[in-house]
């Protein structure tokens, strides 16, 4: 009599753990991904974030942009930045035969993960570049809270 063996499992035990290291690779690099992508009319500046000094600073390119076109506000533990570029036109019969600058609204959304002071924040728009800085606060983290510890008095 012959015996039957059932065939190992192996193989398929070792795709299901490279697909789910694989989901694991695609759900860490969404976090890293810029805001979804923009709408029809929408752009998307580019924008450096790096610490200096004990600030955070938030650097956006956002050429051809005056002040009042552009909005700067914290909300929910991040940054939000928007504008619009409104389309310019040349005077005339003109027609393009390239146009690259992108035109209409852009928003940009810095999640805030440390303690910053939103109070003396500043925003400066110079030469194309809107310069956010906003001061780091101390961290809290490190300093020991003792919690007193109750007798119980059922003894």
């Avoid at 009042?68 to 909300?75: F, G, N, P, T």
């Avoid at 728009?125 to 809107?130: D, I, M, R, V, W």
């Avoid at 809290?140 to 510890?149: A, D, Q, S």
Wanted: glycine share 6%; proline share 7%; net charge positive.
């Amino acid at each position: 009599m012959t015996v039957m063996r059932k065939p190992s499992r192996a193989p398929f035990t070792e795709l299901a753990l490279l697909q789910r290291e694989i989901n694991q690779l695609f759900e860490r690099l969404a976090e890293f991904d810029r805001t979804d992508s923009p709408a029809a009319g929408e752009w998307c500046p580019s924008i450096d974030v790096f610490e200096c000094h004990g600030q955070l600073m938030i650097v956006v390119e956002v050429p051809g942009l005056t002040p009042e076109s552009v909005r700067v506000a914290c909300k929910d533990h991040s940054l939000l930045i928007s504008g619009d570029r409104r389309e310019r036109r040349p005077g005339g019969s003109a027609a393009y035969l390239c146009m690259e600058r992108p035109q209409g609204r852009f928003t940009r959304k810095i999640p805030l993960d440390m303690a910053v002071d939103l109070r003396m924040a500043e925003a400066q728009l110079e030469n194309g570049l809107l310069t956010i800085t906003v001061p780091r606060l101390k961290d809290r983290r490190g300093r020991e809270t003792v919690i007193p510890v109750k007798r119980d008095r059922g003894d």
